[in-house]
C-alpha cells in the first residue's frame, strides 16, 4: 500500500527512506489504558515528538519506558517551531505529534505544523485513539448523525452569550469544550439564551476515576451541578441537543412554487413550467409538473 509515496511497513513506519513522516498520534484523556498498542508503538519508533506541555507528556514517555527528544509545540510558540520540526523531517527524522491528551489539532495546537508538512510534500499520518468529544458523545443520548464542534465558547460572558445566540436555531447536536472554573456559568448563559427547558448533557471527567454524565433540561442539570459538591471540578464536555426545525417552510415552499408555477403557465407548456420551478426551487420535478397540471385545469 503506497501512502503519498512512501511504503508503509506493519508498525506504520515508510520503507523509503525519503525523509520523515509527521505522526498525529492520539493519547489517552485519562485512562492510561486507552492508548492504542500502535500508538506506543509509534512513539517508542519515532526520533522526536512535538508535545504541547514536555513535562505531561514526559511522564506519559517514562509511563512507557520510553526516552526521547522532547520539543515544546503549543499555541504561543507553533508558528516558530514548525520550520524546525519540518527541518527534522527533511533530515529523514521521523516526528510524533502529541496534545496533553486525546487527539492532537481538536482544539489544541498542532494545525501549523500538519499543514506545514504536507505543504512541504512530508506524510502525515494519523494514529487515531481517545477524543474527549467522540467519547463524550458516544455515551450521551444525544442525536449523532449531525453534530457541531465548536471547541471552547469565548471567555468572556457577552461574547459567549453572543456565540450562544447565533447558534440558537442550529438543528445539528452543539458539542463545546468547558473549563471547570467558567462551567456553571456557561451553563447558565446556556439556560438565559437556549431557554431552560433545552435538553443537555454534560460529561465531567471523561474515562478518570469521578467520571459523571449530568443529563436532562438545562434547569436539571444546573441543579445536579449544584448539589455535586464535586460538580464543577474537573474537565467538561458540554452537549446541547439541536433546536427543533423550523415548521412551516415546506408549505411556504409550496405556496411560493403555485405562485411561480401560476406565472409560468400562460407564457410556457406544463412540462417546461415544472422543469423551470423545480430549478429554481428545489422541490420535485415529477410533483411539479402535477401539480402544474392540477392548476391549469383548476
Same mark, same amino acid.
Do not use: W
Given at each position: 500500500?503506497?501512502?503519498?509515496?512512501?511504503?508503509?511497513?506493519?508498525?506504520?513506519?515508510?520503507?523509503?527512506?525519503?525523509?520523515?513522516?509527521?505522526?498525529?498520534?492520539? %493519547?489517552?484523556?485519562?485512562?492510561?489504558?486507552?492508548?492504542?498498542?500502535?500508538?506506543?508503538?509509534?512513539?517508542? =519508533?519515532?526520533?522526536?515528538?512535538?508535545?504541547?506541555?514536555? =513535562? *505531561?507528556?514526559?511522564?506519559?514517555?517514562?509511563?512507557?519506558?520510553?526516552?526521547?527528544?522532547?520539543?515544546?509545540? *503549543?499555541? *504561543?510558540?507553533? $508558528?516558530?517551531? &514548525?520550520?524546525?520540526?519540518?527541518?527534522? @523531517?527533511?533530515?529523514?527524522?521521523?516526528?510524533?505529534?502529541?496534545?496533553?491528551?486525546?487527539?492532537? @489539532? /481538536?482544539?489544541?495546537?498542532?494545525?501549523?505544523?500538519?499543514?506545514?508538512?504536507?505543504? &512541504?510534500?512530508?506524510?502525515?499520518?494519523?494514529?487515531?485513539?481517545? +477524543?474527549?468529544?467522540?467519547?463524550?458523545?458516544?455515551?450521551?443520548?444525544?442525536?449523532?448523525?449531525?453534530?457541531?464542534?465548536?471547541?471552547?465558547?469565548?471567555?468572556? =460572558?457577552?461574547?459567549?452569550?453572543?456565540?450562544?445566540?447565533?447558534?440558537?436555531?442550529?438543528?445539528?447536536?452543539?458539542?463545546?469544550?468547558?473549563?471547570?472554573?467558567?462551567?456553571?456559568? +456557561?451553563?447558565?448563559?446556556?439556560?438565559?439564551?437556549?431557554?431552560?427547558?433545552?435538553?443537555?448533557?454534560?460529561?465531567?471527567? /471523561?474515562?478518570?476515576?469521578?467520571? %459523571?454524565?449530568?443529563?436532562?433540561?438545562?434547569?436539571?442539570?444546573?441543579?445536579?451541578?449544584?448539589?455535586?459538591? *464535586?460538580?464543577?471540578?474537573?474537565?467538561?464536555?458540554?452537549?446541547?441537543?439541536?433546536?427543533?426545525?423550523? %415548521?412551516?417552510?415546506?408549505?411556504?415552499?409550496?405556496?411560493?412554487?403555485?405562485?411561480?408555477?401560476?406565472?409560468?403557465?400562460?407564457?410556457?407548456?406544463? $412540462?417546461?413550467? &415544472?422543469?423551470?420551478?423545480?430549478?429554481? %426551487?428545489?422541490?420535485?420535478?415529477?410533483?411539479?409538473? $402535477?401539480?402544474?397540471?392540477? @392548476?391549469?385545469?383548476?
Amino acid at each position: 500500500m503506497k501512502i503519498e509515496g512512501g511504503e508503509l511497513g506493519n508498525d506504520g513506519g515508510r520503507k523509503d527512506g525519503a525523509g520523515g513522516t509527521l505522526y498525529v498520534v492520539a %493519547t489517552p484523556i485519562g485512562n492510561l489504558d486507552d492508548l492504542s498498542p500502535r500508538a506506543t508503538r509509534t512513539l517508542a =519508533r519515532v526520533d522526536v515528538v512535538a508535545a504541547e506541555d514536555t =513535562r *505531561h507528556s514526559g511522564r506519559l514517555l517514562s509511563h512507557l519506558g520510553l526516552h526521547k527528544r522532547l520539543i515544546a509545540l *503549543h499555541d *504561543h510558540n507553533e $508558528k516558530d517551531r &514548525a520550520s524546525a520540526l519540518i527541518a527534522e @523531517l527533511a533530515a529523514g527524522r521521523d516526528v510524533a505529534l502529541i496534545s496533553d491528551a486525546g487527539t492532537p @489539532l /481538536i482544539s489544541d495546537p498542532g494545525y501549523v505544523v500538519v499543514r506545514e508538512a504536507r505543504s &512541504a510534500g512530508y506524510p502525515v499520518s494519523p494514529i487515531p485513539g481517545p +477524543c474527549a468529544l467522540v467519547a463524550a458523545l458516544s455515551a450521551a443520548g444525544l442525536p449523532t448523525d449531525r453534530f457541531l464542534f465548536a471547541g471552547f465558547l469565548p471567555a468572556k =460572558r457577552a461574547a459567549r452569550r453572543s456565540a450562544l445566540e447565533s447558534l440558537g436555531s442550529e438543528t445539528a447536536t452543539l458539542v463545546f469544550y468547558e473549563s471547570p472554573h467558567r462551567v456553571l456559568d +456557561c451553563v447558565q448563559d446556556v439556560a438565559d439564551i437556549l431557554g431552560p427547558d433545552r435538553e443537555i448533557v454534560l460529561g465531567r471527567e /471523561i474515562t478518570k476515576t469521578f467520571e %459523571t454524565f449530568y443529563s436532562g433540561t438545562v434547569s436539571v442539570v444546573q441543579e445536579a451541578m449544584e448539589t455535586d459538591p *464535586h460538580g464543577s471540578r474537573g474537565e467538561f464536555v458540554l452537549m446541547i441537543r439541536g433546536a427543533q426545525a423550523e %415548521t412551516g417552510k415546506e408549505s411556504a415552499g409550496e405556496l411560493d412554487a403555485d405562485r411561480l408555477i401560476r406565472a409560468l403557465l400562460p407564457e410556457l407548456p406544463v $412540462k417546461k413550467v &415544472a422543469r423551470i420551478a423545480s430549478e429554481l %426551487t428545489g422541490l420535485s420535478k415529477n410533483e411539479l409538473y $402535477k401539480r402544474a397540471l392540477a @392548476l391549469k385545469e383548476g
